[in-house]
C-alpha cells in the first residue's frame, strides 16, 4: 500500500511531535476531561486528554455512559419486541438498525421478504442514511464553529423524517421490518412526496457543499488532519465511509448477496485515498448523494405484490445461528443472532459501527492540537448509542 | 460664569449655552445610550433575527411584538440567577473580570464623534487612545480565564490574549495608513478630511479612505472580527472546544456583562471603523457647500449620530454575516494568519500609503 | 460537482457488484487453515451460499488469528463471547406464586458444537476476497483464558476489554483490562446467563393477571338463557 | 469561469437564505400558535375501543416494556337475538397504559385481534408530573374521537 504524500507528511508530523514531546524543556501537562457533558461530543463520550500545552500527549475516550445493555434484553424478548429495541441502537437511522436483524432472522428461518418489501425496504434504509449523514453534515458545521448548516440540516432532515413517519408511523423509532416482509403497505402518495424530499436533500447537499465543503477555512481545518491510513484502519475494523476515505474500497451493499435492491440502481461507491478529515466528510457527502440517486430510482421499480410473505403468527425461529450484516450510515453494522427455537433470540452479538470506528481514536488523536480532537472526533462520525449499545 | 466657561473651552462647547451639570447628564445618558444601544440594537437585529433568517427561522417572536422585547426579557431572565463563583476560583478577581471588559468598552466610545460637536472629549491624539484602551479588554478577558479555576478557562483565556493581541497590531497598522492620509489622529479632524477630500478632482463623495484604503480596510475589518472573538476567530469562546471559554465559568448578570460587552464593542468598533474609513457621522460637506468642520451647521449634531448608526450597523451587519457563514480556524493557523499575512500586508499598506502621501 | 477540488474525485468502485464468493473459495480458506494450524482446527460448518465458522482450541486461538491475517483474513469485524448455559430465569414471565417451572439445563452448543459452556467467538472479514467467517474456540470452565489479539488487530482490543468484563473471560498479554461499561467495582458478568436482568425481577409481569372468572360461572353457564336472572349480570358487574 | 472563493459562495449562501425567508417566510412553524398536522400513521398516542376489548391480555403480555396494564372479570350479556342465550364476555375493569413507559413500537395494537387499539396522531399530551402519564381506559377511549381512518395503499400494494 502507497501512502500518499500529505498522509506520509502528517503521519510522519504525528509520530515526531510524540518524540519531541519527550525530548523538549520539562513542562508540566494538564489532563483535559472533555465530557461526558461537553458540546463536542453530542452525547456523553468522555474523552480524557493529557496535554502538553494545546497538544495531545495520548487520548482515551471512555465509553459506557449510556450502556444500556441491549445484548442482555435481546435475550428476554421474542423476536418481534427486538426489533422495537434494536431501532434505538443508532437512532438517528433508525430504520436501517432494524434490517439486519430481521434478515438474519429471516435467513434463520429461511423466508424471503417479497420483492415489493425488498425494494421498499431499501427506499426506506437509504432514506434513514440520508436522514443520518444529512444531520451529520450539519453538525460537522457546528463542531467547526458554523452555526448556519446544522439548522439546514435540520430543516431538511425534517423532510424525510416526515416520509419515513408517513409510512412508518414512527418518526425516530419506525419498528416497520417485520420477519417476511414489512408491516403495512406505502400510503398512498408516499411515492410522489418522497420524490420531492430526495430533490430537496439533493438541494441540501449542493447547499453544504457551497457553504461548508467550498470554504476554505473548513478546507484548511480537514485536510491532512487525523490521517487514518488503510491498514490501520482495517486493524480497528473502522467501517463505512471512514474505511472508504483510507481506500478501502469496501461497501456491504455491493460487495454480499443481500435480499435488498440495491442492484435494480445504478449508484457508485465512493472512496479517496487521502484518509484525512476531508476524506471522511467529503465520501459522506458524495454518499448522501449516491443514496439520493438510489432512492430516485428505486421509486419508479417498486413492482407491485404483496409487501408479506406467509409467516406464522407466533414467530419461532428455528435452532441456528446467522450473522448479517449491512452498510448502515455509520459502517457495518451485524447482528449474530443465536437461536434455540424459542420465541426470542438466546443470544444477539451487535456489532456496531461506532464501537469500532471510534475504537480508533486514541490513536487518532496521538499528537493532535485540542481543536483537532473535534474535527476527528466529528470526521469519525459516531452515535452514542452505537458505541454503548 | 457660564460665558467663562465657553471662552474657556471654545474648542469643544457648544454654541449655545448649556449648563455644565446638563452638560454631564447628557454624557452620561449619551454613553450609556452609544454603548447601549448597539449592543441591544445588534443582538436583536443581527443575532436574533438576521441568523434566524439565514437560518430559514423566525427566531424570537414571543416577547413583544415581533420578539422585539425579548433581550429584556433575557435581561431580567440574567439578573435575577445567582451569582456564582467557583470554590477554587480567586474571587475577587473573578467577579471584577466582567466589569474590566465592559470598562473598556466605555472607554472607547468616550473618544468617537457623533456630530461636529456631539463628542465626549476631543482628543488630539484620538485614535491612538482608541486603539490603546482598546486592549484594557484582553486584561479582563486573561483574568476571567485564569481567576476561573476551569483548564477550559484557562485555555480560552490563553487562546484570547494570544489571539487579542496578535490581531491589535495589524489593526494598528491599518489605522496608520488612516492617519497617514488624513494627516491627523484626531478622529474629527480624519472625519473632515474624508468628507472634504476628493479622489482625482471628484468630489461629490468626499474621499471615503475605504476607496483608498481598501486593503487597510479590510485588514481593519479582518482584525476588528478578531479582536471581537467572532466566528471564525472564536477560538477563545470555541463551544465545541472549549465549552465556553474564558466565560465557562460565568453565570447571572457578570455573564450578562460579557455579553453586553461583547456586542457594544462590536458597535464601538464599528462607529471607529465607521469613522475611519466611512466619513463617520458626515455626509461630503460639498452637498451642503460646507469648507470644514467649523461650517457644519448645528443639526448635524443631530443627524450626525443617526448617520452613524447607520454605518456602524451595515459595518457590524457584515461581521455578523460573516460570523453566522463561517467556521472557525485553528488557534496556530490564526496565529499564522495574523503574523504571516496580515501583518506584512498592513505594513506594505502603510509603507505604499506612505509613499504616495509623498508623491501626491 | 463541479466545485471540488480535482484531487478529491477519485472515484475507484466500480457500479457492477464484485463477484461474491463461492462455496468453493470457503473450501479453499478452511484447507490453507488446516495446513496452518494442523490438529487445532477442530470443526468446521459451512453452510452453502451462506457462511463459514470454525472451531479452534482455546490454546491456538492467537495462531488461528495469525495464520487467517496471513491468509488474508485483514479486516477485524468483532469478538465476543457465548454463554451457552440456558438462563434459570426464563424471561421473567411467570408467576410468582406458581410452582417454578423446570427449565431444562442441559448446555447444547449451536455449530460447529463445542464442550465448554463459554464460547469465545470472533469474526473477520478478507475485503479483496469479499468473504468473512466466524471463528469460535472453547474456553475452559475452569480456565476461562484465552491469548489477546489485541497486538493482532488493534481493534481487538475494547472487544475483549468488553468481553472481559461482560463474560468474565481472561485475555492474556491484553495491554488494559479496565471495565468499559460497568464501575471497576462492579461484581458479576452481565452477559452471563446466571446474572439476572434485575429490572424484570423488581416487577411482576402484566402479563401474568388473568380475567377472573365469574363467580357463578359454572350455573350462568347452564342455565336456560332465558332464565337468566337480570340480578345476576348486574350482580357481576359490581 | 475562474473558480469563486468559497468564503465568498459561503456568504453568498447565507444571504440568499436571508432573502428567501424574508421574501417566503420560515420553514419552522410557530409551534403553539400553529400546528402541523402529523401523517394519518403517526404513532402519536393509544387509543382504546373499549366495546371491541375483550381483555384477552394478548397486548399486555407482548408489550416488550411490560406498560399495559389490564385487570378484567367475565360477566353475562345479554343476548345478541332475542331469545338467545345470554353471552359470557370479559368485561374490562382496568385497562392502563404507562406512556411514561411506553416506546411507542405499536406491538400491541398490532397484536390486538379484535381491533380494540388503535393509533391516534395526536401528540399533545405531556404532563408536569409523570405520574399523570398513566392513561386510563376512560382517556383512551377518549382518544378514539381522534383516530384517523387508515389511509389509502400506494399503487401496486397487493393482499
Known sequence: MTLTDRQQLSYIASQAADARLNVELETEGMTLNIGPQHPATHGTLRIIARLDGEQVVWAEPVAGYMHRGYEKLTEVRTFPQVTSLVNRIDWLGSFANEVPFILAAEKLMEVEAPPRAQVIRTILFELSRIANVSLFLGDLGVQMGAITPVFLAFRDREYILNLIEGATGGRFHPNFDRIGGLKDDLPKGWIQETKGAVKKLEEFCDTIDDLLFGNEIFQSRMRGIGVIPADIAKDYGLSGANARASGIDWDLRR??????????????????????????CWIRLQETRESCKIVGQLLDQIPAGPVMTKVPRIIKVPEGEAWVATENPLGEMGYYVVSKGDLGPFRVKIRSASFNNISIVPWALKGVYVPDIITILASLYFILGDIDR | MLAQLAAEFPDWYPEWNIPYWLMSILRVVGGLVAVLLPAGGIVYIFLFKMMSFMQSRLGPMEAGP?????LLAEVGKWMQKEDLAPDNADVRIYKMAPLIVLLSTFLLVVVVPFGPQAYFTNFETGIFYALAVASVSVLGILIAGWSSANKYSLLGGLRAGGQLIAYELPMVLATLG????????????????????????????????????????????????????????????????????????????RFLIFFIAEFATAGVFGFIASVLFLGGWGVPFTWFGWEGISDVAWWMNFVGPLIMFTKMFALVGVIMWVRFSYPRFREDQLQTFAWKVLIPLALANTAATAILKVVF | MAQLSDDTQTPQGDTAPAALPGDGLREGIVDTLRNDIGEALIDTLLKPNDDLWVRVSAESWLATGQALKAAGFTYFCFLSAIDWMPSPFGNSQDDPDDEPKKIDMTIKQGYTGGETRMQVFARLTDIDRHVGLTIKADVADDNQVVDSWSQLFAGANWHERECHEMFGIGFNNH??????????????????????????????????????????FEEAADAPAAEAPASAIEGAES | MPKVPGLLKGLGVTAGILGKTLKNGADTVQYPHEKEAPPVRARGVIALHEDNCTACMLCSRSCPDWCIYIEGHKQLAPPRRAGGKPRQV???????????????CG?????????????????????????????????????????????????????
Open chain 2, 178 to 253: 488612516v492617519v497617514i492620509q488624513a494627516g491627523s489622529m484626531n478622529l474629527n479632524r480624519i472625519i473632515e478630511v474624508q468628507n472634504t477630500g476628493e479622489i482625482f478632482g471628484i468630489g461629490w463623495i468626499g474621499n471615503p479612505f475605504v476607496i483608498t484604503q481598501f486593503i487597510g480596510f479590510l485588514i481593519f475589518m479582518i482584525a476588528v472580527q478578531a479582536e471581537l472573538t467572532q466566528s471564525p476567530f472564536d477560538m477563545p469562546i470555541a463551544e465545541s472546544e472549549l465549552v465556553s471559554g474564558y466565560m465557562t465559568e460565568y453565570s447571572g448578570f
Open chain 4, 90 to 104: 370479559n368485561h374490562i375493569d382496568r385497562f392502563d397504559i404507562d406512556y411514561a413507559l411506553c416506546m411507542y
Open chain 2, 66 to 70: 415581533y420578539g422585539s422585547m425579548q
Open chain 1, 255 to 280: 460487495d454480499q448477496d443481500l435480499p435488498l435492491s440495491y442492484d435494480l440502481a445504478d449508484w457508485k461507491v465512493w472512496t479517496h485515498p487521502d484518509g484525512d478529515s476531508w476524506a471522511r
Open chain 3, 175 to 216: 495491554p488494559d483490562l479496565r471495565n468499559m461499561y460497568l464501575p471497576g467495582d462492579f461484581e458479576g458478568y452481565p452477559l452471563k446467563k446466571d446474572f439476572p436482568l434485575l429490572a424484570r425481577m423488581v416487577k411482576p409481569w402484566p402479563g401474568i393477571v388473568d380475567v377472573e372468572p365469574m363467580p357463578d
Open chain 4, 107 to 159: 406491538i400491541c395494537v398490532e397484536v390486538c385481534p379484535f381491533d380494540a387499539l388503535f393509533w391516534s396522531p395526536e401528540y399533545e399530551y405531556s404532563e408536569p408530573k409523570i405520574a399523570d402519564l398513566l392513561h386510563d381506559k376512560q382517556k383512551l377511549g377518549e382518544w378514539m374521537e381522534t383516530v384517523p381512518e387508515a389511509p389509502e395503499l400506494e399503487v401496486g400494494a397487493g393482499k
